[in-house]
């Protein structure tokens, strides 16, 4: 039997620098443990101590707000901070890496994941025509301690986590924030 070649690291270029493109073995570990549908668990696994969703407004109603008002808690939460970022390939919104392979999860959707930061993840997805922006559809650190995923056709996040940063979530002025169970429907 002969040794198998570990898979080289797919990198690929913007704002001067080479970014580390995700692979399906970056992601398995979503798609392996995904739950029932019409549970939160179907769009994050059932792998955390806490769960919520996040109200996610209108372009015109403070989206780019809402969205920093989340960053602020992730970014202050004490994980890893090297974070994926996920950016749905669905062909309506700029995926950051156009060119960049893709993953796939949940029910066949293609994702770009990109290893960047929290600053990455304020910045990349600005097009003000875009619906999605401007943040991206899923992002979790690299060590897998939280995960938020913005699903194609919700107006919510979903989040999954330790009990202390989905407190933090629902003490956040400007969130609008619902603890649930693994078992919820998120709707």
Not at 26 to 44: F, M
Not at 164 to 174: C, M, R, S, W, Y
Not at 177 to 185: A, E, I, K, T, Y
Request: proline share 9%; with cysteine.
């Amino acid at each position: 039997m002969s040794k198998r070649e570990p898979a080289k690291a797919v990198t690929c270029s913007k704002d001067g620098q080479r970014w580390a493109i995700g692979t399906d073995a970056d992601v398995a570990w979503i798609r392996e443990s995904l739950g029932a549908a019409h549970t939160i668990a179907a769009a994050i696994p059932p792998v955390f101590p806490a769960y919520a969703t996040i109200q996610v407004p209108s372009q015109d109603e403070g989206r780019a707000s809402n969205f920093l008002a989340l960053l602020a808690v992730l970014g202050d939460y004490p994980a890893d901070r090297r974070w994926w970022l996920g950016y749905l390939a669905a062909g309506a919104d700029d995926v950051v890496f156009p060119d960049a392979p893709r993953t796939t999860l949940y029910w066949g959707w293609r994702y770009v994941f990109v290893l960047g930061s929290r600053d990455e993840a304020s910045r990349w997805r600005q097009d003000p025509r875009s619906w999605r922006a401007p943040a991206p559809d899923m992002i979790f650190p690299a060590d897998h301690s939280w995960l938020v995923s913005w699903m194609w056709d919700d107006d919510w996040r979903c989040v999954g986590g330790p009990a202390e940063l989905v407190a933090g979530l629902i003490e956040t002025p400007g969130l609008e924030v619902r603890q649930l169970g693994p078992g919820d429907d998120p709707a």
